[in-house]
């Protein structure tokens, strides 16, 4: 029974982390050479909850011996946090497999 468990860190989404700072989320993981970082620009209240309608994506180099203006590698704006994610998706796979 055990040994069918796994062990979960932390929410994922399509395989790789996710980590929340404030408005901040973080995409992937340090170890690799990509990271996307998502920020909440805007929000609007919907009902009791906070929905984001203004979110900047960025693709970003990990290595922390660059500036932060030189790690962005990519960087757009979307309009939902879904749309966000989607495209931040496709971006770190594509930049993880060497696509770029």
């Known amino acids: ?3 069918s468990m796994e062990k979960t860190s ?3 989404y399509k395989g790789h982390p ?4 404030d ?3 973080y995409y992937g993981t340090m170890a690799e ?3 996307i970082m998502m920020q909440v620009m805007d929000s609007k209240k919907v009902q009791d909850m906070n929905v984001a309608t203004k979110v900047s994506v960025q693709l970003q180099l990990t290595d922390p011996d660059l500036k932060s203006r030189d790690r ?3 960087k757009s704006e979307r309009e939902s946090l879904y749309e966000a994610m989607d ?3 496709v971006w770190l796979e594509r930049a993880l497999a060497g696509k770029l």
Not at 18 to 21: G, I, K, Q, T
């Open 23 to 25: 408005n901040l989320i």
């Open 33 to 35: 050479k990509y990271i």
């Open 18 to 21: 996710l980590r929340r700072v």
């Open 10 to 12: 932390g929410l994922t």
């Open 72 to 74: 962005v590698v990519k």
């Open 1 to 3: 029974m055990a040994e």
């Open 87 to 89: 495209i931040s998706a």
